[in-house]
């Protein structure tokens, strides 16, 4: 290694990477595990800090690498516990991070892209437009920083005991950047998370649902919010591209792969557009008898929008008509809503590099990886 060589982040790196790194400067493959465990599980970023490498490694390490996380700009505490991060992504860009304390939980909402092209008609960020996508570094990054700054919960353990790829972005059209960190997550010389308590919410990418379900198998949550091809391809625009047939095909191969077999649909309420009892009928009748479970999310309005919430009763009867048909049905509590970090109220920073264009051929590109707005591909 030489000093004038541009320096490796070694944040983010998967430990096969990590291996490759160190085996071309002649170390053995183990010392990838001792230093995914310095910077994980003890959050140390000093390379003289790692005492069991040797001083030749560490003296190396020190000028060809290092461990840059991404740069926090502010922290917003909510009045019911939630907090809610937000990150620099460079050229004034930025995205944001929640936490979601609850008892026997705390939850970690990460983002994935600085923005989002899928442009679903209720989301806060899609309304934003797309940047581009964020690094490996820059996703586990927002994990580490929580789980460095937040108190250990009372047993002392972490207080993030759970990960979900909720917030900025379509994780599965960040692929290449978001799979390095699922495996980081649930590595035993990182985070070491139960595949169970890292969940992956796509808008419905099907090649990479098949993909992911043999690149890394975590629980997958899949933004349904409609029951038929017509209203969905309205609000939820990849829809005209992976129509809901396709869309649940591909979620059925996917639990039939998973140990945890249940797939999540996550449907959000949205007044007189998708919340009658005929909607919900038309809902179970797709996901009877199948491996699935139905998270109800109320709407949490963002400005600008002209969608509305559905009433609490409406929301009530929709989640009954739901469980009389026999699936699993819950209601997301909404929270962190005074800090503009409940669901569907992420915004961050976006300037937008891709102009909304709700036709086949631009979710082709969000699929197939369009260099010219530096969306990766598999």
Known sequence: MTSTAKKVNLLGLSQDDLEQF???????????????????????????????????????LKQGAEIVPPPVQTRHDSKDGCVKWLF?????????????????????????????????????????????????????????????ELPSRSNGESAVTNVVFMGMGEPLANYRNVVPVLELLVS????????????????????????????????????LHAPNDEL??????????????????????????????????????????NDSLLHAKQLAKLLQGKPAKVNLIPFNPFPGTEFKRSSAETIRHFQDSLRHSGLVATTRKTRGDDIDAACGQLAGRVSDRVKKRLGEKSFGQVVNGDKSIRMSSV
């Not at 998370?193 to 649902?209: A, D, F, K, Q, Y």
């Open 22 to 60: 160190l085996v071309a400067r002649g170390e053995k493959p183990f010392r990838a595990r001792q230093i995914m465990q310095w910077v994980y599980q003890r959050g140390v970023d000093d390379f003289d800090a790692m005492t069991d490498l040797s001083k030749k490694l560490r003296s190396e």
């Open 88 to 148: 620099s992504g460079g050229s004034g860009q930025a995205v944001e991070t929640v936490f979601i304390p609850e008892a026997d939980r705390g939850t970690l909402c990460i983002s994935s892209q600085v923005g989002c092209a899928l442009d679903c008609s209720f989301c806060a960020t899609g309304a934003q437009g797309f940047n581009r996508n964020l690094s490996s570094a820059e996703i586990i990054g927002q994990v580490r920083h929580a789980i460095r």
């Open 188 to 223: 035993d010389w990182s985070y070491g998370m139960s595949r169970r308590r890292v969940t992956l919410s796509t808008s419905g990418i099907v090649p990479h649902i098949h993909k992911l379900a043999d690149d890394c198998n975590v629980a997958l949550a899949v933004s």
């Open 232 to 273: 969905r391809d309205q609000i939820v625009p990849i829809n005209r591209l992976h129509p809901i047939a396709t869309l649940l095909e591909a979620c059925w191969a996917y639990a039939a792969k998973r140990s945890n077999r249940f797939i999540t649909f996550e449907y959000v309420m949205l007044r007189g557009v």
